[in-house]
């Protein structure tokens, strides 16, 4: 079985969460789902202690019609396994992971004003390590109740799932970076 310190989960899932929530292109959803998002692209972290507070402030400068996320990110650094699980249709035997006590918020900002608001529910990763290399890759998947809205949200309920793959490119003792692909989508209620 695959042991993960928290260092290295921290670092995957924040790459993913922040990642996914602000990349990606932002389409119009079927009636009654709201958004969705096709999200990918490669993130750089920097390695940090135990426990961790972020403050997210990312923008897609290359898309104007992709939301701005804002918010607030604390993780305690404490997980539980969820036993195993497999990556790549049953090719690749994992475990899958759950971090426990982590609150975050977020505001998604879109271009016409109109804002959301949603704060994390849950999240997951089912994490493989190359033999060879050390590396990790895996599937994340995770889930956001959204709280509020203003403008064409105003009083917006609901919940966001999101999901994908994630390949660890590189990791030494101060930094990281990952690629990421997925999607995620908004049900309103």
């Known amino acids: 079985m695959n042991k993960w310190n928290g260092s290295e989960m921290k670092k995957i899932l924040f790459l993913i969460l922040v990642a996914a929530m602000t990349a990606g292109h932002v389409l119009a959803g079927e009636r009654g789902t ?25 923008q897609d400068v290359e898309n104007r019609g992709r939301p701005k996320t804002t918010g607030f990110w604390f993780r305690v650094n404490r997980w539980i396994s969820l036993g ?37 529910i849950e999240e997951t990763v089912c994490v493989v390590k190359r033999p060879a290399t050390g590396l990790d890759f895996g599937t994340w998947s995770n889930q956001w109740k959204v709280t509020g809205g ?22 030494d003792r101060y930094s990281d970076s990952a690629s990421y692909d997925g999607s995620y989508r908004i049900y309103f209620d």
Do not use: H
């Open 34 to 58: 709201g958004l969705s998002w096709k999200v990918e692209g490669v993130r750089l972290d920097a390695k940090r202690g135990t426990e961790m507070t972020w403050t997210i402030n990312i």
């Open 84 to 120: 195993e699980c497999y990556v790549d249709k049953e090719m690749f035997f994992g475990t899958r992971w759950k971090p426990i006590e982590d609150r975050a918020n977020i505001v998604l900002r879109f271009s016409d004003g109109s804002t959301l608001q949603a704060e994390l």
């Open 150 to 171: 203003t403008g064409r949200y105003a009083g917006a309920t609901g919940i966001a799932e999101g999901s994908g793959a994630f390949d660890e490119l590189w990791s």
